[in-house]
């Protein structure tokens, strides 16, 4: 997914935000397609994949912002698969999964960065 102008430091966050976005998307249709009540986990899925996209988009360009946005999805990648991991789910326990790993490359980009 990573552009080849992409920096090094920039591609391992970059990667795991493109995998997280995707694994969300998935996520969020699969709770929305099976089952009503889980609307919160569709709901975090939805907020944690538009995030994933926008810190996609920061770290491409290298933004000055990166820092601050990818310390915030961190902490919507933890909140989303700690809602995930209530359920035992092939699909969400992927989406958790990708979400713990976007959290832990934000959060060291964030510090790399700040």
Do not use: F, H
């Not at 493109?18 to 969020?28: G, I, L």
């Not at 770290?59 to 820092?67: C, E, I, P």
């Not at 915030?72 to 326990?93: F, G, I, M, P, T």
């Amino acid at each position: 997914m990573a552009v080849a102008t992409v920096g090094e430091a920039n591609k391992a966050c970059l990667d795991a935000c493109a995998e997280c976005q995707q694994a969300c998307e998935t996520c969020n249709y699969n709770c929305c397609a099976n089952n009503p009540d889980m609307a919160e986990c569709a709901r975090l899925c939805l907020d944690c994949a538009a995030i994933c996209a926008a810190c996609v988009t920061l770290l491409a360009r290298d933004s000055r912002w990166v820092a601050q946005l990818c310390q915030l999805c961190a902490e919507v990648c933890e909140a989303c698969a700690a809602e995930c991991d209530k359920y035992d789910l092939d699909y969400c326990r992927e989406c958790a999964a990708a979400c713990r790993r976007c959290a832990q490359q934000c959060r060291a980009m964030a510090s790399v960065s700040a």
